[in-house]
């Protein structure tokens, strides 16, 4: 076996560029976590505006990500990614300049818009320059960026908390700017994926670009070779279905219907497991734990995003050592136990909530609760205690201070009367919460949610987009990965418009119960249907979900999509070496 070969330094400028995509998509998804807990004291905001302001990125990334399959395949991956750079620009200038929670949701709209564009043609760009040895590695690159962009996001959150909240969350939403900025300079000067490029006819540019990413003369030639054939069948195939739309080509085809199925699967599965809840809400959910101080919150949130940041370099190094199918099952299956410590430590701050005296002198609503979080469940009570351990029950679940405004209707840090009608008092040692309960129990949180992501990181969180960059043909990998990307992103909108209300509805751990609960039935999907995909070229991939052998010089892929242990897919790897 011939050693690997010398690789160009351009390679790597192209992939940390291109991966600044990645950054904004992950600043963004950290930097909201501490931004809402400003926000939404300064602006006031409710449950459902607070779900809007953060949906409402996801939405319109949902959208867009839906859409760039077309504008991929129509325009090519450079100019995709120019306008997902720009339109980041202009949503995080927008969002710094808000004067109110309307302008504010456009400004999240916008950025939405370039983050999802970007979402699905960072991976698949990375993925068609890279050479196939380090594919995985460059693309798992990406998810680098994602997670050292939250981990930035909330170190940066909970340095500027100690500011005046009107300015701290400006300067958190609108330095976003500048990375934009950065790539949208720089993509000005990268070449077009080869790839597309030979797709749409263009062979010598083709050549120049493969030559400017690649070093070999001898490497250059046979990549191109094989490219050029591929792109050959694929118009070939596509004069037989001249009459059919691309996806209904894709819908006829046995094995693409399996790769796009698994891709799906792999982004639903990643979502609708809690990934975003946990980023998204990561500040609330420590909130809601126990820690009423909100720059505590924010830098207990900025250690448990540097856990998610350090681990992904740990799928970075292990994407192309064990593979795709290890990494992935391996990670999941601690998703799904981090859960289930997150329901737990939950659960049992619940069962110890401070006790309240009920109060039938007054009629409110508040006076009717008995414990602390049947309070704080309450949109219009607080919890108002002696910062003092046990707690003493006593009638401090109060109504939060009502203003004369409709703008502005109530005052979150104060109640409408009693001990805390003055916010918290240092002197006498009193505290008003508002949506959390003091719990001794509140480490067991934090642990869950570093556990969570320290399984998360390496293997759910890389996989779906490097698994879903690899597995389509080229004739269909621009609107195979925008399906997949948009179960993404539908899933995400999902997760993240209902965790607040389903964490008052079914409580907080029956929201971690049913996260786990996806979770472990992914497991066994993936553990039944997910081959391995490490080694193999992208013009080859696409034969590891057919049910049987076309021709000798296809990989020994009989039975791949029902084989339920590595062995057979070590095979499957060694056929290719």
Partial sequence: MSSTPSRPFFIYVVS????????????????VSGAMLLIKTDMVLNDLWQELIVSMTVAFAWIFSSIAGIFTDAFGRRPVVLVASFLFFIGSVVMAIAMNKWVLLAGRAIAGAGIGLASMVVPMYIAEVAPDDVRGSLVTLNNCFITGGQFIAAVLAAFLSYFEHNIAWRMMLGLAGIPALIQFIGFFFMPESPRWLMQKGHEE????????????????????????ESCVHDASRSKKHID??????????????????????????????GINTVMYYSASII???GIHNETHALWLAAAVASVNFLCTFV?????????????????????????????????????????????????????????????????????????????TPDDWCLPVKKLN?????FDLKKSEFGECANGTDDASNLIWSYGSCPSKYSWVTIVGLMLYLFFFAPGMGPMPWTINAEIYPLWARGVCFSIATSFNWSCNLLVS?????????????????????????????????????????????????????????????DNAMTIGSDQNYGTTRASHK
């Fill in 205 to 228: 540019r083709a050549r120049e670009a493969l030559q400017r990413i690649r070093k070999d003369d001898l490497l250059v030639a046979q990549e191109f070779k094989s490219i050029k």
């Fill in 497 to 557: 418009l209902t965790f607040l209300t389903l964490a008052k509805t079914i409580s907080q751990h029956g929201a971690f119960w049913l996260y786990s609960s996806f979770a472990s039935i992914g497991w066994l999907f993936f553990f039944a249907y997910l081959p391995e995909t490490r080694g193999v070229s992208l013009e080859n991939v696409e034969s590891l979900f057919s049910t049987r052998r076309k021709s000798t010089d296809q990989p020994k892929i």
């Fill in 287 to 289: 909130q809601m734990a």
């Fill in 16 to 31: 940390l560029l291109s991966a600044i995509g990645g950054f904004l998509f992950g600043y963004d998804t950290g930097i």
């Fill in 244 to 273: 059919s739309s691309i996806f209904t080509q894709i819908l006829r085809k046995a094995s693409l219907r399996r790769a796009l199925m698994v891709g799906c699967a792999l982004q639903i599965v990643a979502q609708m497991s």
């Fill in 405 to 409: 405004s409709s703008v502005t209707p």
């Fill in 315 to 391: 799928g970075f190094y292990m994407v192309e050592r064990t593979g795709r199918r290890k990494l992935t099952l391996a990670s999941l299956g601690g998703v799904a136990l981090s859960l289930a410590v997150l329901a737990i430590g939950s659960q049992v701050s619940d069962l110890n909530s401070p006790s309240i005296q009920v109060n039938h002198s007054r009629s409110d609503i508040c006076a009717l609760q008995s414990t602390c979080t049947g309070c704080v469940r309450l949109d219009e009570c607080g919890f108002c205690y002696k910062n003092e351990v046990p707690w």
